[in-house]
């Protein structure tokens, strides 16, 4: 039995009298979007000091308008330990992620192993024609050779950013690197306005 919010947006949820036998597990499931944006802060402080944790949830209908290109650049690591289903499920995400660009959006697609190298001299526009190019050279990426991690990061965040777009970088790796400070550092010195986003692939 859920009753409507009240005017602080509490709701209460309670079993219904005739259903109360604890026999499976209860789910709750909930929509949070609403018509603006909300954030929410909670708060705790113990023994080992205060934490908190800030949540922001976006509007749930928006304009496209409303939404900010973006420069998406994928870095992926095709060394030897990404060969078979880690390799897989990078190309799998690199399609989904490009066939869900806004046609503002532009794209980049890095491949490091023992060097790096670009699908393009910088990001291309989203056009028909420049996604299946994209595609293919997807299709194309097998995984060998060693991990120089640092040769991808150079090589996504070295060239001039694009004023007019948000520059998406993510990172698509099995997490197999030996040199975790000196590229901690590379990103430190490079980043500027990019959002870096890594993302584990493989067991």
């Known amino acids: ?14 079993l219904d009298p005739a259903d109360t036998l604890p026999n499976k597990d209860f789910i709750v499931r909930y929509d949070v979007t609403g018509k603006q944006p909300e954030a929410a802060l909670l708060t705790h402080r113990g023994d080992n000091g205060g934490f908190f944790t800030l949540m922001i ?17 994928f870095v992926v690591d095709c060394s030897g330990s990404m060969s078979g289903a880690p390799m897989a499920q990078a190309k799998a995400l690199m399609r989904k992620a490009i066939g869900e660009m806004n046609p503002g959006d532009s794209f980049q697609i890095i491949r490091f192993s ?14 028909p024609a420049n996604v299946q190019k994209g595609l293919a050279y997807i299709d194309a990426m ?42 901690l550092g590379a990103i430190e010195e490079k980043i500027g306005g990019a959002r870096l986003f890594s993302l584990g692939v493989g067991s």
Request: aromatic share 6%; charged share 20%; hydrophobic share 35%.
């Open 114 to 127: 023992s060097a790096a190298s670009q699908f393009s001299p910088l990001p291309l526009p989203n056009t």
């Open 142 to 183: 097998s995984g060998g050779g060693g991990t120089m991690m640092i040769e991808g990061i150079k090589a996504s965040l070295d060239y001039p950013p694009d004023p007019n777009r948000l520059r998406m970088v993510l990172f698509l790796t099995d997490g197999y690197i030996g040199n975790e400070q000196e590229i």
């Open 57 to 73: 949830q976006p509007q749930g209908d928006f304009d496209i308008g409303e939404v900010t290109s973006k420069e998406m650049v």
């Open 1 to 14: 039995i859920i009753q409507e919010p009240d005017v602080d947006n509490t709701v209460t949820i309670t």
